[in-house]
């Protein structure tokens, strides 16, 4: 026999899935369009509908958090809302499941409607958190000209960069295979962003597609030129060995992570001198 105790969870179970039988976030209805294809009046005309559905998932996430997470593993929605919809989930959930669950959502999304530095910002931060971004990370690759402008530091962050701040702070495994595999299908600039960001993850399987590369001659010679120029950027001058040498391994480790924290000149070449410092006593051979 059950005791009050277990009768009364048992209602209070039952009152939950009979009020989330059939709710629905209407996604479809609200995500109806493309940011990049309206004016900034319809845009403006837009917003009230997607913080009504910000408020109505925060107002209560017991019922509505589930439904998002759903909707966001769910095809064939309007590919804004995979993004958006990332970006709430993120703001309500801390855990890695969630994280994971908003990296492969905003794999979905449409870059021409998301702006560029607020995408690399994001994967960079799931990725300094130990979540796989790869899936999404790659579709830059397929944008000849993905950037953006850093004012305050006067500088572009090409798309190499992009690529290398979104893939480098996670696990070498998650990416040097899917790299690989897609260097001879993307244009020649994402081949060369392929190869700087290989570069920098000083690894042997990604120094081997680097060398090859070099004597490749079924690439343009404009990215074999490039393959041979980034290995020999490992032939360093007087001042940088001494500053290299100064250094203890965990203080380049400590250098190289929090540069990839940073967006700006500097921390590229904070990356630059740690990515040497560990070459340096890299050995493929």
């Not at 976030?25 to 005309?45: C, M, Q, R, V």
Request: hydrophobic share 35%.
């Amino acid at each position: 026999m059950k005791t009050s105790i277990q009768l009364r969870l048992t209602v209070v179970f039952s009152l939950l899935t009979i009020h989330s039988f059939g709710q629905s976030l209407d996604i479809d209805n609200i995500y109806n369009f493309s940011p990049s294809k309206l004016t900034k009046a319809e845009e403006e005309a837009k917003l009230p509908a997607l913080d009504g559905l910000w408020g109505k998932v925060k107002s209560d996430t017991t019922i509505n958090l589930p439904l998002l997470r759903k909707e966001l593993t769910a095809p064939n929605h309007n590919p804004f809302f995979y993004y958006d919809g990332s970006m709430l989930l993120l703001s309500l959930s801390k855990n890695d499941n969630d994280k994971t669950a908003a990296a492969e959502a905003i794999a979905k999304c449409d870059l021409s409607d998301i702006d560029q530095q607020e995408y690399v910002r994001t994967l960079n931060q799931l990725s300094n958190d130990g979540i796989n971004v790869t899936k999404a990370a790659v579709q830059v690759l397929k944008d000849t000209s993905f950037d953006f402008f850093l004012p305050q530091h006067v500088m572009y962050f090409r798309q190499g960069d992009c690529l290398t701040y979104m893939l480098l702070p996670q696990k070498a495994e998650f990416y040097v295979d899917t790299l690989m595999l897609l260097f001879k299908s993307v244009n020649t600039n994402s081949q060369k962003s392929i190869l700087y960001l290989l570069w920098f993850a000083y690894t042997c399987k990604g120094d081997s597609l680097i060398n090859s590369a070099i004597y490749d001659r079924t690439l343009n010679k404009e990215v074999s030129s490039y393959a041979k120029e980034l290995m020999k950027s490992g032939q360093l001058d007087n001042e940088t060995k001494r500053q290299i040498n100064s250094m203890t391994r965990s203080q380049v480790e400590e250098l190289r992570n929090g540069s990839l924290r940073r967006f700006s000149d500097e921390a590229l070449d904070e990356l630059m001198i740690s990515t040497l410092a560990l070459r340096k006593d890299t050995n493929c051979r």
